[in-house]
Protein backbone atom coordinates (compact mmCIF):
# COMPACT_ATOMS: atom_id res chain seq x y z
CA UNK A 1 0.00 0.00 0.00
CA UNK A 2 1.42 3.43 -1.17
CA UNK A 3 -0.47 5.24 1.69
CA UNK A 4 0.48 8.73 0.51
CA UNK A 5 -0.44 7.63 -3.66
CA UNK A 6 -3.99 6.53 -2.76
CA UNK A 7 -4.93 9.53 -0.48
CA UNK A 8 -3.86 11.90 -3.10
CA UNK A 9 -6.07 9.61 -5.64
CA UNK A 10 -8.93 10.00 -3.29
CA UNK A 11 -8.22 13.87 -3.41
CA UNK A 12 -8.81 14.14 -7.09
CA UNK A 13 -11.97 12.34 -6.45
CA UNK A 14 -13.21 14.68 -3.71
CA UNK A 15 -12.39 17.44 -6.26
CA UNK A 16 -14.08 15.65 -8.93
CA UNK A 17 -17.44 16.66 -7.23
CA UNK A 18 -18.77 13.53 -7.18
CA UNK A 19 -19.34 12.97 -3.50
CA UNK A 20 -20.84 16.56 -3.50
CA UNK A 21 -23.86 15.18 -5.67
CA UNK A 22 -27.58 14.09 -3.41
CA UNK A 23 -27.47 11.47 -5.70
CA UNK A 24 -23.95 9.68 -4.97
CA UNK A 25 -24.22 10.34 -0.95
CA UNK A 26 -27.85 8.88 -1.01
CA UNK A 27 -26.54 5.61 -3.11
CA UNK A 28 -23.41 5.58 -0.65
CA UNK A 29 -26.06 5.37 2.56
CA UNK A 30 -28.69 3.14 1.13
CA UNK A 31 -25.51 0.74 0.41
CA UNK A 32 -24.28 1.00 3.72
CA UNK A 33 -27.91 -0.04 4.78
CA UNK A 34 -28.03 -2.85 2.69
CA UNK A 35 -24.55 -3.69 3.96
CA UNK A 36 -26.17 -3.92 7.31
CA UNK A 37 -28.98 -6.08 6.71
CA UNK A 38 -27.31 -8.70 4.65
CA UNK A 39 -24.33 -9.44 6.36
CA UNK A 40 -26.22 -9.18 9.38
CA UNK A 41 -25.62 -12.40 10.70
CA UNK A 42 -21.51 -12.25 10.01
CA UNK A 43 -21.64 -8.88 12.61
CA UNK A 44 -23.35 -10.95 14.65
CA UNK A 45 -20.26 -13.60 14.60
CA UNK A 46 -17.59 -10.83 14.64
CA UNK A 47 -19.00 -9.19 17.64
CA UNK A 48 -19.78 -12.20 19.33
CA UNK A 49 -15.72 -13.42 18.95
CA UNK A 50 -14.71 -10.15 19.58
CA UNK A 51 -16.58 -9.76 23.00
CA UNK A 52 -18.61 -12.31 23.18
CA UNK A 53 -21.64 -10.05 22.70
CA UNK A 54 -25.10 -11.65 22.30
CA UNK A 55 -27.11 -11.26 19.53
CA UNK A 56 -29.91 -8.89 20.97
CA UNK A 57 -27.27 -6.64 22.21
CA UNK A 58 -25.34 -6.42 19.02
CA UNK A 59 -28.75 -5.30 17.76
CA UNK A 60 -29.88 -3.37 20.18
CA UNK A 61 -26.65 -1.03 20.52
CA UNK A 62 -25.09 -1.61 17.18
CA UNK A 63 -26.90 -2.89 13.87
CA UNK A 64 -30.32 -1.09 15.26
CA UNK A 65 -28.97 2.50 16.16
CA UNK A 66 -26.82 2.27 12.72
CA UNK A 67 -30.31 1.36 10.88
CA UNK A 68 -32.04 3.79 12.45
CA UNK A 69 -29.17 6.51 12.06
CA UNK A 70 -29.32 5.86 8.50
CA UNK A 71 -33.06 5.74 8.00
CA UNK A 72 -32.61 9.18 9.60
CA UNK A 73 -29.86 10.45 7.21
CA UNK A 74 -31.76 9.68 3.95
CA UNK A 75 -35.38 10.99 5.35
CA UNK A 76 -32.95 14.39 6.16
CA UNK A 77 -30.50 14.80 3.74
CA UNK A 78 -32.66 17.07 0.98
CA UNK A 79 -32.81 19.56 3.96
CA UNK A 80 -29.56 19.29 5.56
CA UNK A 81 -27.50 19.73 2.32
CA UNK A 82 -29.65 23.09 1.43
CA UNK A 83 -28.59 26.28 1.88
CA UNK A 84 -30.53 28.44 4.52
CA UNK A 85 -31.28 32.21 3.87
CA UNK A 86 -29.42 34.97 6.21
CA UNK A 87 -30.89 37.97 7.40
CA UNK A 88 -29.32 40.50 6.67
CA UNK A 89 -29.58 44.70 8.11
CA UNK A 90 -31.99 46.81 6.90
CA UNK A 91 -29.28 49.10 5.79
CA UNK A 92 -28.10 46.57 3.20
CA UNK A 93 -30.69 47.31 0.63
CA UNK A 94 -29.77 44.99 -2.36
CA UNK A 95 -28.14 42.93 -0.52
CA UNK A 96 -28.85 39.11 -0.02
CA UNK A 97 -27.09 35.98 1.83
CA UNK A 98 -27.14 33.00 2.72
CA UNK A 99 -25.46 29.57 4.28
CA UNK A 100 -24.26 27.05 2.18
CA UNK A 101 -23.01 23.39 3.82
CA UNK A 102 -20.12 22.33 2.01
CA UNK A 103 -17.89 18.65 3.16
CA UNK A 104 -14.77 19.16 4.02
CA UNK A 105 -12.74 17.07 2.03
CA UNK A 106 -10.64 14.08 2.46
CA UNK A 107 -11.45 13.04 6.46
CA UNK A 108 -10.07 10.16 8.70
CA UNK A 109 -12.37 8.17 11.11
CA UNK A 110 -10.55 6.26 14.39
CA UNK A 111 -12.69 4.38 15.78
CA UNK A 112 -13.04 2.05 18.90
CA UNK A 113 -13.18 -1.65 19.79
CA UNK A 114 -16.30 -1.67 22.60
CA UNK A 115 -18.56 -1.00 20.15
CA UNK A 116 -16.17 -1.96 16.48
CA UNK A 117 -19.42 -1.68 14.09
CA UNK A 118 -20.98 1.09 15.56
CA UNK A 119 -18.61 3.39 16.30
CA UNK A 120 -17.11 3.19 12.78
CA UNK A 121 -20.09 3.56 11.12
CA UNK A 122 -21.77 6.16 13.01
CA UNK A 123 -19.67 8.67 11.82
CA UNK A 124 -19.08 7.25 8.66
CA UNK A 125 -23.10 7.82 8.05
CA UNK A 126 -22.27 11.67 8.63
CA UNK A 127 -19.27 11.78 6.99
CA UNK A 128 -21.29 10.67 3.60
CA UNK A 129 -24.15 12.84 4.26
CA UNK A 130 -21.77 15.84 4.36
CA UNK A 131 -20.38 14.67 0.95
CA UNK A 132 -16.70 13.50 2.21
CA UNK A 133 -14.35 11.67 1.13
CA UNK A 134 -13.22 9.18 4.12
CA UNK A 135 -10.76 6.53 5.22
CA UNK A 136 -12.20 4.67 8.35
CA UNK A 137 -9.17 2.99 10.27
CA UNK A 138 -11.28 0.25 12.77
CA UNK A 139 -9.50 -1.03 16.27
CA UNK A 140 -7.43 -3.93 15.57
CA UNK A 141 -8.10 -5.14 19.18
CA UNK A 142 -11.78 -5.72 17.68
CA UNK A 143 -9.84 -8.19 14.82
CA UNK A 144 -12.97 -9.84 13.90
CA UNK A 145 -14.85 -6.75 13.13
CA UNK A 146 -12.11 -4.74 11.87
CA UNK A 147 -11.69 -7.76 8.88
CA UNK A 148 -15.32 -7.86 8.36
CA UNK A 149 -15.50 -4.07 7.47
CA UNK A 150 -12.14 -4.25 5.98
CA UNK A 151 -13.55 -7.41 3.76
CA UNK A 152 -16.91 -6.78 2.92
CA UNK A 153 -17.86 -3.29 3.00
CA UNK A 154 -15.94 -2.27 0.01
CA UNK A 155 -17.84 -4.57 -2.30
CA UNK A 156 -20.99 -2.45 -0.74
CA UNK A 157 -19.74 1.49 -1.04
CA UNK A 158 -17.70 3.79 -3.74
CA UNK A 159 -14.28 2.42 -2.80
CA UNK A 160 -13.00 5.14 -4.54
CA UNK A 161 -14.27 7.64 -2.12
CA UNK A 162 -13.90 5.13 0.81
CA UNK A 163 -11.41 2.66 2.41
CA UNK A 164 -10.99 0.96 5.43
CA UNK A 165 -7.27 0.74 6.27
CA UNK A 166 -6.29 -1.91 8.85
CA UNK A 167 -3.81 -2.07 11.31
CA UNK A 168 -2.03 -1.67 14.32
CA UNK A 169 -0.52 1.42 16.39
CA UNK A 170 1.75 1.61 13.03
CA UNK A 171 -0.57 2.48 11.03
CA UNK A 172 -2.80 5.08 12.75
CA UNK A 173 0.63 6.61 13.75
CA UNK A 174 1.44 6.78 9.79
CA UNK A 175 -2.48 7.47 9.30
CA UNK A 176 -1.87 10.31 11.69
CA UNK A 177 1.27 11.89 10.15
CA UNK A 178 -1.05 12.88 6.51
CA UNK A 179 -2.84 15.37 5.82
CA UNK A 180 -6.41 15.41 6.14
CA UNK A 181 -9.09 17.81 6.21
CA UNK A 182 -10.62 17.01 9.59
CA UNK A 183 -9.57 13.91 12.21
CA UNK A 184 -12.37 12.07 14.48
CA UNK A 185 -11.52 9.72 16.67
CA UNK A 186 -13.17 7.93 19.43
CA UNK A 187 -10.99 6.13 21.78
CA UNK A 188 -9.14 6.84 25.17
CA UNK A 189 -7.71 10.12 26.31
CA UNK A 190 -4.20 8.89 25.91
CA UNK A 191 -4.65 7.84 22.59
CA UNK A 192 -6.37 11.01 21.88
CA UNK A 193 -4.28 13.70 23.35
CA UNK A 194 -1.66 11.86 20.68
CA UNK A 195 -4.71 12.40 18.09
CA UNK A 196 -4.59 16.31 19.33
CA UNK A 197 -1.21 16.70 18.97
CA UNK A 198 -0.41 15.28 15.66
CA UNK A 199 -3.62 17.56 14.28
CA UNK A 200 -1.69 20.61 15.32
CA UNK A 201 0.71 20.00 12.18
CA UNK A 202 -1.91 20.62 9.81
CA UNK A 203 -4.35 22.80 12.20
CA UNK A 204 -6.27 19.89 11.40
CA UNK A 205 -9.75 20.39 12.74
CA UNK A 206 -10.81 17.21 15.12
CA UNK A 207 -13.46 15.63 17.10
CA UNK A 208 -12.84 13.58 20.37
CA UNK A 209 -15.28 11.27 21.32
CA UNK A 210 -13.31 10.08 25.09
CA UNK A 211 -14.90 9.25 28.05
CA UNK A 212 -14.23 9.66 32.02
CA UNK A 213 -15.93 8.54 34.67
CA UNK A 214 -19.83 8.95 34.34
CA UNK A 215 -21.36 9.74 37.82
CA UNK A 216 -24.82 8.49 38.85
CA UNK A 217 -26.83 9.81 41.56
CA UNK A 218 -29.61 8.09 43.42
CA UNK A 219 -32.13 9.61 45.83
CA UNK A 220 -33.68 7.89 48.44
CA UNK A 221 -36.89 7.83 46.31
CA UNK A 222 -40.12 7.35 48.25
CA UNK A 223 -42.00 4.85 45.66
CA UNK A 224 -40.85 1.29 45.91
CA UNK A 225 -42.04 1.23 42.13
CA UNK A 226 -39.72 4.15 41.54
CA UNK A 227 -36.81 2.30 43.25
CA UNK A 228 -37.43 -0.52 41.52
CA UNK A 229 -37.17 0.84 38.01
CA UNK A 230 -33.90 3.45 38.88
CA UNK A 231 -32.39 0.37 40.10
CA UNK A 232 -33.53 -2.03 37.15
CA UNK A 233 -31.78 1.47 34.90
CA UNK A 234 -28.49 1.51 36.59
CA UNK A 235 -28.14 -2.23 36.31
CA UNK A 236 -28.58 -1.81 32.40
CA UNK A 237 -27.00 0.99 32.06
CA UNK A 238 -23.85 -0.52 33.75
CA UNK A 239 -23.74 -3.90 33.06
CA UNK A 240 -25.80 -3.99 29.36
CA UNK A 241 -23.73 -1.96 27.24
CA UNK A 242 -20.51 -4.65 26.62
CA UNK A 243 -20.31 -4.94 30.12
CA UNK A 244 -19.62 -1.69 31.62
CA UNK A 245 -16.91 -0.99 28.36
CA UNK A 246 -18.66 1.54 27.16
CA UNK A 247 -17.57 5.54 27.65
CA UNK A 248 -20.90 6.32 28.50
CA UNK A 249 -21.86 3.58 31.00
CA UNK A 250 -22.14 4.43 34.44
CA UNK A 251 -18.85 4.43 36.29
CA UNK A 252 -19.56 5.15 39.67
CA UNK A 253 -23.20 5.61 42.09
CA UNK A 254 -23.62 8.31 44.78
CA UNK A 255 -26.27 7.78 47.30
CA UNK A 256 -27.15 9.26 50.91
CA UNK A 257 -25.96 6.40 53.68
CA UNK A 258 -29.37 6.20 54.69
CA UNK A 259 -30.38 4.58 51.57
CA UNK A 260 -26.94 2.48 50.77
CA UNK A 261 -28.41 -0.96 52.32
CA UNK A 262 -31.68 -0.57 50.36
CA UNK A 263 -30.59 0.39 47.09
CA UNK A 264 -27.57 -2.75 47.55
CA UNK A 265 -30.22 -5.38 47.82
CA UNK A 266 -32.32 -4.06 45.21
CA UNK A 267 -29.13 -4.46 43.01
CA UNK A 268 -28.08 -7.95 44.55
CA UNK A 269 -32.15 -8.63 43.37
CA UNK A 270 -32.38 -7.44 40.19
CA UNK A 271 -28.83 -8.34 38.72
CA UNK A 272 -29.79 -11.67 39.61
CA UNK A 273 -32.88 -11.35 37.52
CA UNK A 274 -31.35 -9.80 34.39
CA UNK A 275 -28.20 -12.34 34.34
CA UNK A 276 -29.14 -15.30 36.41
CA UNK A 277 -27.34 -16.71 39.48
CA UNK A 278 -24.30 -17.89 37.10
CA UNK A 279 -23.85 -14.51 35.05
CA UNK A 280 -21.09 -16.10 32.69
CA UNK A 281 -23.77 -18.99 31.36
CA UNK A 282 -26.54 -16.67 30.55
CA UNK A 283 -24.87 -14.94 27.63
CA UNK A 284 -26.74 -12.07 28.51
CA UNK A 285 -23.42 -9.95 29.35
CA UNK A 286 -20.37 -9.54 27.13
CA UNK A 287 -16.87 -10.46 28.57
CA UNK A 288 -13.82 -8.37 28.48
CA UNK A 289 -11.79 -7.45 25.02
CA UNK A 290 -8.47 -8.86 26.18
CA UNK A 291 -6.19 -10.20 28.42
CA UNK A 292 -4.64 -6.62 29.17
CA UNK A 293 -7.55 -5.08 29.76
CA UNK A 294 -8.52 -8.41 31.43
CA UNK A 295 -5.31 -7.76 34.16
CA UNK A 296 -6.69 -3.81 34.34
CA UNK A 297 -9.59 -5.25 35.61
CA UNK A 298 -7.97 -7.50 37.95
CA UNK A 299 -5.34 -4.98 39.49
CA UNK A 300 -8.13 -2.80 39.98
CA UNK A 301 -9.93 -5.01 42.67
CA UNK A 302 -6.27 -6.41 43.95
CA UNK A 303 -6.01 -3.37 46.29
CA UNK A 304 -6.65 -5.02 49.63
CA UNK A 305 -9.04 -2.16 50.85
CA UNK A 306 -10.73 -1.84 47.17
CA UNK A 307 -11.07 -6.24 47.74
CA UNK A 308 -13.01 -5.83 51.50
CA UNK A 309 -15.43 -3.44 50.04
CA UNK A 310 -16.63 -5.86 47.53
CA UNK A 311 -20.38 -6.47 48.52
CA UNK A 312 -21.47 -8.20 45.79
CA UNK A 313 -20.07 -10.66 42.76
CA UNK A 314 -15.91 -9.80 42.34
CA UNK A 315 -14.90 -13.58 40.53
CA UNK A 316 -13.45 -14.00 37.26
CA UNK A 317 -12.72 -16.30 34.88
CA UNK A 318 -9.50 -15.13 33.03
CA UNK A 319 -9.51 -18.61 30.72
CA UNK A 320 -13.21 -16.65 28.87
CA UNK A 321 -11.84 -13.56 29.64
CA UNK A 322 -15.54 -13.33 31.70
CA UNK A 323 -16.02 -10.62 35.10
CA UNK A 324 -19.28 -10.91 36.72
CA UNK A 325 -21.25 -7.70 37.91
CA UNK A 326 -19.47 -6.83 40.93
CA UNK A 327 -20.79 -4.01 43.30
CA UNK A 328 -18.44 -1.91 46.10
CA UNK A 329 -19.50 0.21 48.88
CA UNK A 330 -16.60 3.48 49.55
CA UNK A 331 -13.57 2.19 48.02
CA UNK A 332 -11.11 4.27 49.15
CA UNK A 333 -11.31 7.73 47.15
CA UNK A 334 -7.35 7.88 46.33
CA UNK A 335 -7.82 4.02 44.92
CA UNK A 336 -7.41 3.47 41.15
CA UNK A 337 -11.17 2.47 40.94
CA UNK A 338 -11.60 5.90 41.70
CA UNK A 339 -9.45 7.41 40.02
CA UNK A 340 -9.22 6.23 36.51
CA UNK A 341 -12.21 5.54 34.37
CA UNK A 342 -13.65 1.54 35.29
CA UNK A 343 -14.30 0.65 31.32
CA UNK A 344 -15.70 -2.26 33.05
CA UNK A 345 -18.25 -4.42 35.02
CA UNK A 346 -17.71 -2.82 38.45
CA UNK A 347 -20.11 -0.66 40.49
CA UNK A 348 -18.55 1.67 43.02
CA UNK A 349 -21.09 3.17 45.77
CA UNK A 350 -19.65 6.14 47.36
CA UNK A 351 -22.11 6.96 50.12
CA UNK A 352 -22.76 11.17 50.95
CA UNK A 353 -24.06 12.62 54.14
CA UNK A 354 -26.39 14.71 51.91
CA UNK A 355 -27.69 13.67 48.42
CA UNK A 356 -26.70 17.21 47.77
CA UNK A 357 -23.12 17.02 48.23
CA UNK A 358 -23.38 14.86 45.13
CA UNK A 359 -22.93 18.40 43.04
CA UNK A 360 -19.40 19.16 44.87
CA UNK A 361 -18.34 15.33 44.34
CA UNK A 362 -19.02 15.65 40.85
CA UNK A 363 -17.61 19.31 40.48
CA UNK A 364 -13.98 18.25 42.49
CA UNK A 365 -13.38 15.78 39.42
CA UNK A 366 -12.69 15.93 35.64
CA UNK A 367 -15.89 17.27 33.84
CA UNK A 368 -17.55 14.03 32.74
CA UNK A 369 -19.20 13.06 29.77
CA UNK A 370 -22.67 12.40 31.07
CA UNK A 371 -23.95 12.63 34.52
CA UNK A 372 -26.93 10.59 35.33
CA UNK A 373 -29.83 11.78 38.32
CA UNK A 374 -32.04 9.72 39.47
CA UNK A 375 -34.21 11.65 41.60
CA UNK A 376 -37.83 13.23 41.11
CA UNK A 377 -36.16 16.53 43.51
CA UNK A 378 -36.74 19.61 41.05
CA UNK A 379 -34.63 21.54 42.49
CA UNK A 380 -32.07 19.38 42.94
CA UNK A 381 -32.67 18.76 39.06
CA UNK A 382 -32.29 22.48 38.58
CA UNK A 383 -29.01 22.57 40.57
CA UNK A 384 -27.54 19.72 38.98
CA UNK A 385 -28.18 21.80 35.26
CA UNK A 386 -26.93 24.92 36.40
CA UNK A 387 -24.22 23.78 38.62
CA UNK A 388 -22.36 21.02 36.80
CA UNK A 389 -20.98 20.87 33.93
CA UNK A 390 -21.16 17.41 31.54
CA UNK A 391 -21.52 16.34 28.17
CA UNK A 392 -24.64 15.71 28.74
CA UNK A 393 -27.30 14.90 31.98
CA UNK A 394 -30.19 12.72 31.59
CA UNK A 395 -32.49 11.89 34.18
CA UNK A 396 -34.03 9.34 36.12
CA UNK A 397 -32.41 7.19 32.72
CA UNK A 398 -28.97 6.66 31.74
CA UNK A 399 -27.70 6.02 28.57
CA UNK A 400 -30.65 6.73 26.40
CA UNK A 401 -29.49 9.57 25.16
CA UNK A 402 -26.74 8.29 22.75
CA UNK A 403 -29.67 6.93 20.37
CA UNK A 404 -31.53 10.22 20.02
CA UNK A 405 -30.74 11.45 17.05
CA UNK A 406 -31.78 14.62 17.66
CA UNK A 407 -29.33 15.57 20.61
CA UNK A 408 -25.81 15.97 19.79
CA UNK A 409 -23.31 13.42 21.48
CA UNK A 410 -20.24 14.87 23.10
CA UNK A 411 -17.90 15.26 25.89
CA UNK A 412 -16.75 18.64 27.06
CA UNK A 413 -13.33 19.36 28.55
CA UNK A 414 -11.06 15.46 29.03
CA UNK A 415 -14.31 13.71 28.11
CA UNK A 416 -14.24 14.94 24.60
CA UNK A 417 -14.13 18.05 21.62
CA UNK A 418 -16.94 18.39 19.46
CA UNK A 419 -20.31 16.15 19.13
CA UNK A 420 -21.92 14.14 16.47
CA UNK A 421 -25.45 11.92 16.19
CA UNK A 422 -27.94 12.51 13.85
CA UNK A 423 -28.06 16.21 12.00
CA UNK A 424 -24.76 17.19 14.37
CA UNK A 425 -23.29 14.35 12.47
CA UNK A 426 -23.88 15.77 9.12
CA UNK A 427 -22.57 19.34 10.99
CA UNK A 428 -19.26 17.63 11.95
CA UNK A 429 -18.17 17.18 8.75
CA UNK A 430 -19.02 20.21 6.71
CA UNK A 431 -17.91 23.88 6.78
CA UNK A 432 -20.91 25.97 6.75
CA UNK A 433 -19.97 28.87 4.10
CA UNK A 434 -21.68 32.46 4.42
CA UNK A 435 -22.00 33.10 0.40
CA UNK A 436 -23.49 37.37 0.31
CA UNK A 437 -23.99 38.79 -2.71
CA UNK A 438 -24.91 43.09 -3.06
CA UNK A 439 -26.08 44.91 -6.10
CA UNK A 440 -23.87 47.93 -7.44
CA UNK A 441 -27.08 50.00 -7.71
CA UNK A 442 -26.87 50.89 -3.94
CA UNK A 443 -24.08 51.61 -1.67
CA UNK A 444 -23.32 52.30 2.04
CA UNK A 445 -21.43 55.40 0.90
CA UNK A 446 -19.89 56.67 4.44
CA UNK A 447 -17.84 53.72 4.92
CA UNK A 448 -15.37 55.26 2.11
CA UNK A 449 -12.46 57.87 3.73
CA UNK A 450 -11.83 60.77 3.74
CA UNK A 451 -13.48 60.65 7.69
CA UNK A 452 -14.76 63.39 9.60
CA UNK A 453 -17.57 63.13 12.40
CA UNK A 454 -20.67 63.36 10.22
CA UNK A 455 -19.32 59.88 9.34
CA UNK A 456 -18.53 58.58 12.66
CA UNK A 457 -22.02 59.37 13.52
CA UNK A 458 -23.71 57.26 10.81
CA UNK A 459 -20.98 54.57 11.73
CA UNK A 460 -22.43 54.90 15.78
CA UNK A 461 -26.24 55.15 14.46
CA UNK A 462 -25.96 52.17 11.74
CA UNK A 463 -24.17 49.93 14.40
CA UNK A 464 -27.33 50.68 16.73
CA UNK A 465 -29.81 49.99 13.75
CA UNK A 466 -31.17 52.99 14.68
CA UNK A 467 -32.33 53.67 11.38
CA UNK A 468 -34.27 56.89 12.21
CA UNK A 469 -31.37 58.30 13.86
CA UNK A 470 -29.36 57.86 10.75
CA UNK A 471 -32.23 59.61 8.70
CA UNK A 472 -32.12 62.78 10.68
CA UNK A 473 -28.45 62.95 10.89
CA UNK A 474 -28.87 62.73 6.80
CA UNK A 475 -31.44 65.25 6.24
CA UNK A 476 -29.78 67.61 8.58
CA UNK A 477 -32.15 67.57 11.64
CA UNK A 478 -29.32 66.02 13.73
CA UNK A 479 -26.04 67.73 13.94
CA UNK A 480 -23.16 65.26 14.27
CA UNK A 481 -21.49 65.29 17.73
CA UNK A 482 -17.68 66.48 17.65
CA UNK A 483 -14.93 63.91 19.07
CA UNK A 484 -12.05 65.55 20.99
CA UNK A 485 -8.53 63.51 20.15
Request: charged share 25%.
Amino acid sequence: MNLERDLQVMREYYRSGKTKEASWRKLQLQRLKAFLKEKERDIYRALNQDLGKHHVEAFRDEIGVLQKSINFALQNLKEWMSSKKAKLPAVAVLSYAEIVPEPLGLVLILSSWNFPIGLSLEPLIGAIAAGNTVVLKPSELASASSSLLANALPAYIDSEAIKVIEGGPAVGEQLLQQKWDKIFFTGSTRVGRMVMSAAVKHLTPITLELGGKCPAIIDSLASSWDKEAAVKRIIVSKYGPCAGQACIAIDYLLVEEKFTSTLVELLKVHIKKMFGENPRKSNSIARIINKHHFSRLKNLLNDPMVKDSIVYGGSMDEANLFIEPTVLVDPPLQAAIMTEEIFGPFLPIITLKRIEDSIDFINSRPKPLAIYAFTKNERLQRRMVSETSSGSIVFNDAVIQFVADTLPFGGIGESGIGSYHGKFSFDAFSHHKPVARRSYLSEIWFRFPPWNNYKLQLFELVYKYDYLGMLLVILGLKRPRKVAI
